[in-house]
DNA sequence: GAGTGTGAAATTGTTCACAGCG
DNA sequence: CGCTGTGAACAATTTCACACTC
């Protein structure tokens, strides 16, 4: 397998979707335009997608519906569940430990951590999850490690929990912070930043032909 | 100006969100470095980023930090607020109706739908904006325009609603269904699709290297 | 015939290297 | 002298076109 590139991995992510919805409606076999409609691709593209990892299509027919979820399962490694920690109990924090397709696609919440006396030992949200004192992070992920993190806190703490948490042992981490994370090559970072995607579309229309 | 890529128009984001907290702490000069520091890209690549919008640094020195602020937030379409129509209100809704940097960006929640009557008629979340019936959405739109949509519903909803909206006159839209919306050109759609990203954090913790 | 699989071409985006200016 | 501005070189990604197989 040659490199990947991302995009082509967030691709595999929408196809994997859209299969799983096909199977429910009872579809057994789609083709790469009807992928390609749904990832908002072309079929030339979803079928080089796949061709990075093989060939599981079926000339002039199409690619078995079942068969292909299975294989973009592994390919995107959900093969088991995955411990998270969650670093900043605030609205973000709040928002995802109530986002119910977090822990249906094999995501659980381990943790949560925050500096304010006031919110720590109450739970999150209407979530099960006491939130603990940041101090305890370090003691906690070497007696159970976490192989996502995800940092919901202010800006300017952001970079200092990222290198804990990846002197910790923690590979990945999902940051929605608005700093550009430095971080050691072998861990990867995935920024999500609301502000930024409204200025996007801000720019957009501002600058909208047609 | 020719045509600017989209990951420039992000970049520009993260630019001035720097540039702010610069300006915050006094500072009155930046350079390409420092910028690309916090960016996630090269000095180089800050440079060639605003070359598309003209010149607006002093050689040997840098880039005069209050001016540069300005020309990014005219570059964005930052000069004045935008009314948002958020259809969907549930925890996505919730979340992003609570979310303080939305108003202070220049983004105003002007209204929010549903189509659950359990819904309709309560405020949403601890704010103070109350849940219309989503058979509204056009007369309100008529009476008084939106620049902006957030869809915050079911993914087999989204595509109808995108619909709805762009033929009542929206021209960008902030989709968190995962599907990708069909629309005309001169509409503008930016996905956010939390369980997206986790997957790619799941593949790349599984074909990490080093 | 229909739709996949894949090198090769075209396009898009990033990095380089250096001229130009304060 | 330092740092910006930018065409030119380079790299990555997407699109094309067609051979291949069911």
Do not use: W
């Not at 997608?49 to 299509?57: I, K, L, R, T």
């Not at 981490?173 to 920024?191: C, S």
Request: proline letters at 4%; charged letters at 20%; aromatic letters at 6%.
């Amino acid at each position: 397998m040659r490199h990947v590139a991302l995009s082509t991995v967030r691709r595999l992510s929408l196809y994997l979707q859209f299969l799983e919805e096909s199977e429910r409606a009872g579809t057994t076999t789609v083709s790469s335009r009807a992928l390609a409609e749904r990832g908002g691709a072309t079929p030339a593209q979803v079928r080089k997608d796949f061709s990075f990892f093989g060939s599981f299509g079926m000339r002039g027919v199409g690619y078995p519906a079942r068969e292909l979820a299975a294989r973009l399962r592994d390919i995107l490694g959900l093969g088991h569940r995955y411990r998270v920690v969650l670093i900043g109990a605030g609205r973000i924090g709040a928002a995802l430990a109530a986002y119910p397709g977090f822990v249906e696609r094999g995501f659980d919440l381990a943790a949560v951590y925050d500096v304010d006396p006031a919110k720590i030992g109450k739970r999150l949200g209407e979530g099960h999850v006491v939130v603990r004192d940041l101090a305890q992070l370090e003691a906690d992920l070497a007696a159970e490690a976490a192989q996502i993190a995800v940092i919901g806190t202010p800006a300017q703490a952001a970079q200092g929990i990222a290198e804990r948490l990846v002197a910790a042992g923690v590979h990945a981490i999902l940051n929605f912070a608005p700093v550009a994370l430095t971080v050691p090559p072998g861990v990867t970072v995935t920024n999500v930043n609301m502000a930024l995607e409204l200025e996007a579309l801000s720019f957009a229309l501002k600058h909208r032909r047609a």
